[in-house]
Nanobody, 121 residues
Framework: VQLQASGGGLVQAGGSLRLSCTAS????????MGWFRQALGKEREFVAL????????SHADSVKGRFTISRDNAKNTVYLQLNTLKPEDTAVYYC???????????????WGQGTLVTVSS
């Protein structure tokens, strides 16, 4: 499956963005989907994941209450709503697909190209 992420950009602290990730070439509704991010000079970290049906969701503690993952299987798209952004949220955000539900990036077989989110103070 191929994943295409979009929606990143430059935003002031306290602002919002919505990231999208559209899948093609596979059966999107059979995959659990995750969002990860990697800041400059840091390791990639888990942000959020959602089960294939959308019934189970998990968010990292660092974004809980500010970010929300969702999906629309009819549109083959997973979203990440980013609210109350902070400068420390600045990173390249990646979407990924897995058949095994979990927050470890090692579980994910397919990755999008990433979209850059920059939060200015």
């Amino acid at each position: 499956v191929q994943l295409q992420a979009s929606g990143g950009g430059l935003v002031q602290a306290g602002g919002s963005l919505r990231l999208s990730c559209t899948a093609s070439g596979g059966t999107f509704s059979t995959y659990h989907m995750g969002w990860f991010r990697q800041a400059l000079g840091k390791e990639r970290e888990f942000v959020a994941l959602i089960s294939w049906s959308g019934s189970t969701i998990s968010h990292a503690d660092s974004v809980k209450g500010r970010f929300t993952i969702s999906r629309d299987n009819a549109k083959n798209t997973v979203y990440l709503q980013l609210n109350t952004l902070k400068p420390e949220d600045t990173a390249v955000y990646y979407c990924a697909a897995t058949t095994r539900y979990g927050s470890s990036d090692k579980l994910y077989n397919y990755w999008g190209q990433g979209t850059l989110v920059t939060v200015s103070s």
